[in-house]
């Protein structure tokens, strides 16, 4: 059975970088799209980032463009999220997932990782 582990959050100030990880055991990444969410407390799980697996094209939510750089290890088998200039309003847990399909749309992810916590104070 496949499955994704998320790691990498932890607590941090305003301005600090993280550099999250995703994992999959039971299958490689190939012919798939990996996609970063969050979600805070009392809002929707939103969009990050995410990407091509295969072509290694990568796309971001406007709100972490420019801050934000997914990227993929091959030989690990493990995507990434490089977080800098965190924000308070980063603050919230971390998902993976993967999806044959386009990386927005959330129904169409077929396997979540448990999620990782960033705290980003101010």
């Known amino acids: 059975q496949v499955q994704l582990v998320a790691s990498g959050g932890g607590l941090v100030q305003a301005g600090g970088s993280l550099r999250l990880s995703c994992s999959a055991s039971g299958r490689t990444f190939s012919s798939y799209a990996v996609g970063w969410f969050r979600q805070a407390p009392g809002k929707e799980r939103e969009f990050v980032a995410g990407?091509?697996?295969?072509?290694?094209?990568?796309i971001y939510a406007d709100s972490v463009k420019g801050r934000f750089t997914v990227s993929r290890d091959n030989a690990k088998n493990t995507v990434y999220l490089q977080m800098n200039s965190l924000k308070p309003e980063d603050t919230a847990l971390y998902y993976c997932a993967t999806t044959r399909n386009n990386v927005y749309v959330i129904s169409r992810y077929e396997t979540w990782g448990q999620g990782t916590q960033v705290t980003v104070s101010s």
């Open positions: 990407i091509y697996w295969n072509a290694g094209s990568t």
